[in-house]
């Protein structure tokens, strides 16, 4: 199993609204991403786990809070949301080797649009 | 430190015409390096990996990178470009950190 799935894969939700995101793998792998992909731009890294911490939050406003509660499951909440916060968000997971990973598999992503 | 720059934004191929996507990297040790290719509104599939072995790296769908460590490239090909082809594509260098770095993308059109 190569997979990376992501629910839901699309969600609107107003300004005031409370929703969570969900990426699950089982390939064993250690390291889990979020990405955001605006329209014609590449992916944008979010945060990194690894080994279920949290290893790398790219500035990421607090009103996006991700959660690591296993090894195969990873959360992305979102609170107060702003239109400019919609976008495609991405999970990912990779391997963690030395001195590189290998590379990611990505989910299909979620569409998220705010209103 | 380790980046990417793919050197063109859009390319258009005519169907049944090679394909070439250009990608230079740089990079403080020696590299991972991938090709992933996205379509409308979905994920990100790999299309092939370099990670030290074989310079030229065969990948899914017909498609083929060398690396030139000389010229810091990676060039994606394709000998004969399907309508299928047309998509984003990224090249990508895994840094340290569990991180990776893409480039910008390019779009690649493929005339019926």
Known sequence: ??????????????????KSLKCEQHMGHRAMYWYKQKAKKPPELMFVYSYEK??????????????????????LHLHALQPEDSALYLCASSQVTAPLNTEAFFGQGTRLTVV | AQSVTQLDSHVS???????????????????????????????LQLLLKY??????????????????????????????????????????????????????????????
């Open chain 1, 1 to 18: 199993d190569t997979e990376v799935t992501q629910t839901p894969k699309h969600l609107v939700m107003g300004m005031t609204n409370k």
């Open chain 1, 54 to 75: 949290l290893s790398i939050n790219e500035s990421v406003p607090s009103r996006f809070s991700p959660e690591c509660p296993n090894s195969s499951l990873l959360n």
């Open chain 2, 13 to 43: 191929v005519s169907e049944g015409t090679p394909v070439l996507l250009r990608c230079n990297y740089s990079s403080s040790y020696s590299p991972s390096l991938f090709w992933y290719v996205q379509h409308p509104n979905k994920g």
């Open chain 2, 51 to 112: 990670t030290s072995a074989a310079t030229l790296v065969k990948g899914i769908n017909g498609f083929e990178a060398e690396f030139k460590k000389s010229e810091t490239s990676f060039h994606l090909t394709k000998p004969s470009a399907h309508m299928s082809d047309a998509a984003e594509y990224f090249c990508v260098v895994s840094g340290a950190g569990n991180q990776f770095y893409f480039g910008t993308g390019t779009s690649l059109t493929v005339i019926p």
